[in-house]
């Protein structure tokens, strides 16, 4: 089988599409025959050897990918083979066969298409996770979204509106101002001047929760931007202008707060959570609310392509790279 893998960490540029042994489902797994593989930060990550799982080399990337069940391994149920699903894991998602534990298997809702499909796990579940368990996100507030028209961004918009926020989308051209309202946010601006522009559109009260993909600059103005009891997510530092600090008498004095945001850290390990989750979702998907969308397509032999457009902070929505039709 064919697989986007890494030989040496030295990033997207040298990662290899390549011949490799066909994979099989052990007790407990799932064999997908891939159709799309979702391109994540951490596959970009995982090419430089940064990211906090460190895979010995050669390795196959792809962390959110679907497709069909292909065969299942001994004690897997509630999946059939032929049965359209999404999966993810650590890495090994890119390539035309994947093998996942069971519990990171779910089946794709008829409304969905691979390539939307392959844009759910990482993304989707992340913001719910960081909405609904780190902000504690009640129906009625109001979510100012830093990134907003990249995957988590897009993904954050959706989920926050399905449970009943208002959305405030924050961009860094019109282009991804015009990207974030089609993907469903109530208000898009620009992140040139977003304070001035948060307080207008807040009657000087401020957001609720903010939730930061970005980092860097923004930081310290989206903390300004909280109205009481306000909350800061923080999920990523996309902007590369390393890691913003906090004067915590800040937090005192308004009452806020910075929260982490490490699903991969949290779910890992905990199938019962990870379930609920994406039970939490599928009503989402069915209502129309949740739809992923997919910025740009790569064929597999230009995955490096698609990691160096996320890299430069180009992509609108959720990257995808097409392993068959």
Known sequence: MRAVQVHTLTGPDDIQVTEVPDVTAGAGQVLVEVHSVGVSFPDLLLSRGQYQLKPEPPFTLGVDFAGVVAGLGEGVEGLEVGQRVVGFGSHGGAAELAVAPAEMVYPLPDELSYDEG???????????????????????ETVLIHGA??????????????????????????????????????????VDGFKDAVKQLTGGRGVDVVLDV??????????????????????????????????????????????????????????????????????????????????RTYPMDD??????????????GKLVVTVRD
């Open 118 to 140: 392959s844009a759910l796990p990482m993304n989707y579940l992340t913001a719910l996770f960081a909405l609904e368990e780190r902000a504690g996100l009640r129906e009625g």
């Open 149 to 190: 028209a990249g995957g988590v961004g897009t993904a954050t918009i959706q989920v926050a509106k399905a449970l009943g926020a208002r959305t405030i989308a924050v961009c860094s051209s019109e282009e991804k101002v015009a990207f974030a309202k089609a993907a469903g946010a109530d208000e898009a601006i620009l």
């Open 214 to 295: 970005v980092g860097g600059d923004v930081f310290t103005d989206s903390l300004r931007s909280l109205a009481p009891q306000g909350r800061l997510l923080v999920v990523g530092f996309a902007a590369g202008q390393g890691i913003p600090e906090v004067k915590v008498n800040r937090l005192l004095l308004n009452n806020i707060d910075v929260r982490g945001v490490g699903w991969g850290a949290f779910v890992f390990g905990k199938p019962d959570y990870l379930k609920a989750q994406w039970d939490r979702l599928v009503p989402m998907i069915t209502a129309g609310v949740v739809k992923p969308p997919i910025g």
């Open 303 to 316: 995955f490096a392509t698609a990691l160096h457009d996320m890299d430069n902070r180009a992509a609108l």
